[in-house]
């Protein structure tokens, strides 16, 4: 060590730069391909930061560098990344850094695992990898190793694993629904080659003429439909045709049409030309012998049909007026008369539009009837097709007035009086009770004062009947007294009795301030009757008495409100105690009137004072068990004490006739009159 340092020191004395002490310090020659780094130490090496090998390395190694950056290749999955691990220099220039285990080394940490015919041992790696070329480089194609194997002759590409598996080459999996042209029944039986002729995959045609052009021919079309086989033909059997002209064209085959052969009308080529869909196009004949000789128009469809040309079904409910009841039977001679502008044809012109309302045919009927035009000319609204006689007009579904009860019985007159000539529909009528029962009302005696909501209270079933429910109907239900009370009774209104005309309070004293000045509250106890009253009775009180100033307890709860309140002006009962017990106080006031200092309210009998409380602590002298020793005099009403100095009580132990005046307590003491304090100082009593 001694020499190695004195070594480094004739350096620096030299002028050696520290770069050759580290090339001096080297451990050995490094390989051939670092070989011009070795002067440099810095290209892989940072002083004191061993980890920034790793990075240094992945600098000039880019390849591996992105491996691991992406985890992925070899590198990339290793779990330690740092390559001194692995890869070793200073070894001299022929040593290799590889050092690489072919036996034990894991293949599935690369990009190419090896399985099946792969696996080791079956495939060596030299197979793979050629020499003096880089692992990574080595092709991961299949026909880069298997072209010779490709009996395709490319033809079917370069992705060999969507057909063969690396279990076994022969092995081939290949599904052709994946492709544009999908094999079902009878396809699916051919073989490859029976439509990829020489192994060409690519290019092959899908038209079903390029393999049926044969059996085309023998079909007896000989091309003349086209090359669309798939619009008849399908690939479950060639002979049978699933042509469906119902759902392949836009002219349904129905009747007799369905019985014809596809050359009764197709005649030319298929697709070619576009066939007319109109019935004459191919029944003219047919036209000129039925008689109509075109004299109806070409629209056969109207009266014929596709399963008999000689049945005429012609539906008149199609049209704007549809037949029902006795129109159904009636002949079309009734309605379009030959020669008449009404004609279904006139002279080869077009036909006048008949007119739809019941009195174009009706007018005769009308007058039969007896209306004569006064209920105007909308028939149908009471009339039928069934028999003129049969009304089917129901004021209920046809009308916004349906009709209950009595007026279900009213004739149609009694309330459309219309005009001299009792015109329906006339005006309008109002549908507001009063409007026909105005007259009800003023013999009812409401006069009006009621208004004009007679639904309120009546109804249909019966004028005299009474529905209006006080509880369901408003905000305020009646209860108790309330329900037996007569209308009038609150809803006084005007002069005339007017409901509703103002709005009544819901607080009691609305009503009954009469019965609050009778009753001798008065108003001294507020509006809110019903802190005490109810609706059932009103004598019979309910007051919650802690919520007043006088909060009852015990022997108190028992008490009757009389006791306290003798008159029914209740705020003017006493909340001293004196002022209910005054025949009860033994002491005759000497104590004062403030009882509750010394009894409470669960018996009289009982009591607890405590003396201090006064300012007057009862010590020594004073501890005496009679009261009225002191308190001699009954006290004033306000509750000032009856004794108020020494001298009320001592007066006759006084020896000094008041000349020291009336602070005894500054010389005597309570415990004895005969200790005097001398100076500040008790003077010893005599034992």
Same mark, same amino acid.
Request: glycine share 8%; aromatic share 6%.
């Given at each position: 060590?001694?020499?190695?340092?004195?070594?480094?020191?004739?350096?620096?004395?030299?002028?050696?730069?520290?770069?050759?002490?580290?090339?001096?310090?080297?451990?050995?020659?490094?390989?051939?391909?670092?070989?011009?780094?070795?002067?440099?130490?810095?290209?892989?090496?940072?002083?004191?930061?061993?980890?920034?090998?790793?990075?240094?390395?992945?600098?000039?190694?880019?390849?591996?560098?992105?491996?691991?950056?992406?985890?992925?290749?070899?590198?990339?999955?290793?779990?330690?990344?740092?390559?001194?691990?692995?890869?070793?220099?200073?070894?001299?220039?022929?040593?290799?850094?590889?050092?690489?285990?072919?036996?034990?080394?894991?293949?599935?940490?690369?990009?190419?695992?090896?399985?099946?015919?792969?696996?080791?041992?079956?495939?060596?790696?030299?197979?793979?990898?050629?020499?003096?070329?880089?692992?990574?480089?080595?092709?991961?194609?299949?026909?880069?190793?298997?072209?010779?194997?490709?009996?395709?002759?490319?033809?079917?590409?370069?992705?060999?694993?969507?057909?063969?598996?690396?279990?076994?080459?022969?092995?081939?999996?290949?599904?052709?629904?994946?492709?544009?042209?999908?094999?079902?029944?009878?396809?699916?039986?051919?073989?490859?080659?029976?439509?990829?002729?020489?192994?060409?995959?690519?290019?092959?045609?899908?038209?079903?003429?390029?393999?049926?052009?044969?059996?085309?021919?023998?079909?007896?079309?000989?091309?003349?439909?086209?090359?669309?086989?798939?619009?008849?033909?399908?690939?479950?059997?060639?002979?049978?045709?699933?042509?469906?002209?119902?759902?392949?064209?836009?002219?349904?085959?129905?009747?007799?049409?369905?019985?014809?052969?596809?050359?009764?009308?197709?005649?030319?080529?298929?697709?070619?030309?576009?066939?007319?869909?109109?019935?004459?196009?191919?029944?003219?004949?047919?036209?000129?012998?039925?008689?109509?000789?075109?004299?109806?128009?070409?629209?056969?469809?109207?009266?014929?049909?596709?399963?008999?040309?000689?049945?005429?079904?012609?539906?008149?409910?199609?049209?704007?007026?549809?037949?029902?009841?006795?129109?159904?039977?009636?002949?079309?001679?009734?309605?379009?008369?030959?020669?008449?502008?009404?004609?279904?044809?006139?002279?080869?012109?077009?036909?006048?539009?008949?007119?739809?309302?019941?009195?174009?045919?009706?007018?005769?009927?009308?007058?039969?009837?007896?209306?004569?035009?006064?209920?105007?000319?909308?028939?149908?609204?009471?009339?039928?097709?069934?028999?003129?006689?049969?009304?089917?007009?129901? +004021? @209920?579904?046809? #009308?916004?007035?349906? &009709?209950? *009860?009595?007026?279900? /019985?009213?004739?149609?007159? $009694? !309330? %459309? =009086?219309?005009?001299?000539?009792?015109?329906?529909?006339?005006?309008?009528?109002?549908?507001?009770?009063?409007?026909?029962?105005?007259?009800?009302?003023?013999?009812?005696?409401?006069?009006?004062?009621?208004?004009?909501?007679?639904?309120?209270?009546?109804?249909?079933?019966?004028?005299?009947?009474?529905?209006?429910? +006080? @509880?369901?109907? #408003?905000?305020?239900? &009646?209860? *108790?007294?309330?329900? /037996?009370?007569?209308?009038? $009774? !609150? %809803? =006084?209104?005007?002069?005339?009795?007017?409901?509703?005309?103002?709005?009544?309070?819901?607080?009691?004293?609305?009503?009954?301030?009469?019965?609050?000045?009778?009753?001798?509250?008065?108003?001294?106890?507020?509006?809110?009757?019903?802190?005490?009253?109810?609706?059932?009775?009103?004598?019979?009180?309910?007051?919650? +008495?802690?919520?007043?100033?006088?909060?009852?307890?015990?022997?108190?709860?028992?008490?009757?409100?009389?006791?306290?309140?003798?008159?029914?002006?209740?705020?003017?009962?006493?909340?001293?105690?004196?002022?209910?017990?005054?025949?009860?106080?033994?002491?005759?006031?000497?104590?004062?009137?403030?009882?509750?200092?010394?009894?409470?309210?669960?018996?009289?009998?009982?009591?607890?004072?405590?003396?201090?409380?006064?300012?007057?602590?009862?010590?020594?002298?004073?501890?005496?068990?009679?009261?009225?020793?002191?308190?001699?005099?009954?006290?004033?009403?306000?509750?000032?004490?009856?004794?108020?100095?020494?001298?009320?009580?001592?007066?006759?132990?006084?020896?000094?006739?008041?000349?020291?005046?009336?602070?005894?307590?500054?010389?005597?003491?309570?415990?004895?009159?005969?200790?005097?304090?001398?100076?500040?100082?008790?003077?010893?009593?005599?034992?």
């Amino acid at each position: 060590m001694a020499l190695l340092v004195c070594a480094v020191l004739a350096f620096q004395v030299a002028g050696v730069s520290a770069q050759n002490v580290e090339t001096v310090l080297m451990p050995g020659k490094l390989i051939a391909g670092h070989a011009k780094y070795e002067d440099d130490c810095s290209h892989c090496h940072v002083r004191f930061d061993k980890s920034a090998q790793s990075r240094l390395c992945a600098g000039c190694h880019k390849e591996v560098g992105a491996d691991i950056q992406t985890k992925r290749g070899y590198h990339g999955r290793l779990a330690d990344t740092a390559c001194r691990r692995c890869h070793t220099d200073h070894k001299g220039r022929e040593a290799g850094v590889v050092q690489l285990d072919r036996d034990r080394f894991e293949h599935d940490k690369t990009d190419f695992p090896l399985r099946g015919g792969h696996a080791a041992p079956r495939t060596k790696c030299a197979s793979c990898h050629l020499p003096k070329a880089k692992f990574r480089d080595a092709p991961s194609q299949c026909q880069s190793c298997h072209r010779k194997d490709d009996v395709h002759k490319g033809g079917l590409g370069a992705r060999c694993e969507n057909c063969h598996s690396d279990r076994d080459w022969k092995g081939a999996r290949f599904d052709h629904d994946q492709t544009r042209f999908r094999l079902e029944d009878k396809h699916r039986g051919v073989s490859c080659d029976a439509c990829h002729k020489d192994g060409q995959y690519k290019e092959t045609p899908r038209e079903c003429s390029s393999c049926h052009r044969d059996d085309d021919m023998s079909k007896g079309h000989k091309g003349r439909f086209g090359n669309k086989c798939a619009s008849c033909h399908h690939v479950r059997s060639w002979k049978d045709s699933g042509f469906n002209h119902d759902r392949e064209t836009k002219f349904g085959l129905r009747g007799k049409h369905r019985q014809a052969s596809c050359q009764s009308c197709h005649r030319g080529v298929l697709y070619q030309e576009k066939l007319q869909t109109a019935c004459v196009a191919c029944h003219r004949k047919d036209d000129q012998e039925k008689g109509h000789k075109a004299s109806l128009g070409e629209r056969c469809e109207s009266c014929h049909n596709e399963r008999s040309w000689r049945t005429s079904d012609f539906d008149h409910d199609k049209t704007e007026f549809g037949l029902k009841g006795k129109h159904r039977s009636a002949r079309c001679e009734a309605c379009h008369k030959p020669g008449t502008p009404n004609a279904v044809v006139s002279a080869g012109k077009p036909r006048e539009k008949l007119p739809t309302h019941c009195v174009a045919c009706h007018r005769a009927d009308d007058q039969k009837i007896g209306h004569r035009g006064g209920f105007g000319d909308r028939c149908e609204s009471c009339h039928g097709e069934k028999s003129w006689r049969d009304l089917v007009f129901q +004021h @209920d579904r046809d #009308t916004r007035y349906p &009709l209950k *009860g009595k007026h279900s /019985q009213a004739r149609c007159v $009694a !309330c %459309h =009086r219309g005009t001299a000539a009792n015109h329906l529909y006339a005006d309008k009528l109002s549908a507001e009770c009063v409007a026909c029962h105005r007259q009800d009302d003023s013999s009812k005696g409401h006069r009006g004062g009621y208004g004009d909501k007679c639904q309120s209270c009546h109804t249909e079933r019966a004028w005299r009947e009474v529905t209006f429910a +006080h @509880d369901r109907d #408003t905000k305020y239900p &009646l209860r *108790g007294r309330h329900a /037996q009370a007569g209308c009038e $009774a !609150c %809803h =006084r209104g005007t002069g005339a009795n007017h409901l509703y005309a103002n709005r009544l309070g819901t607080t009691c004293i609305a009503c009954h301030r009469k019965d609050d000045e009778g009753k001798g509250h008065r108003g001294q106890l507020g509006d809110d009757c019903a802190s005490c009253h109810r609706e059932t009775d009103w004598k019979v009180p309910r007051y919650d +008495h802690t919520k007043a100033r006088f909060a009852l307890t015990g022997a108190h709860l028992r008490s009757t409100c009389a006791a306290c309140h003798r008159t029914v002006a209740f705020r003017d009962a006493p909340r001293n105690c004196n002022g209910c017990h005054e025949k009860e106080d033994v002491h005759k006031r000497r104590l004062g009137e403030a009882c509750g200092q010394c009894h409470n309210t669960r018996t009289w009998n009982s009591w607890d004072f405590d003396h201090r409380k006064t300012g007057f602590p009862l010590e020594a002298g004073h501890a005496i068990k009679d009261c009225y020793a002191c308190h001699r005099s009954p006290m004033s009403s306000s509750g000032s004490r009856s004794v108020r100095g020494c001298t009320d009580c001592h007066r006759d132990d006084d020896a000094h006739d008041g000349r020291f005046g009336q602070q005894c307590d500054r010389c005597h003491v309570t415990q004895s009159w005969t200790d005097l304090r001398m100076n500040g100082h008790h003077k010893p009593t005599k034992k």
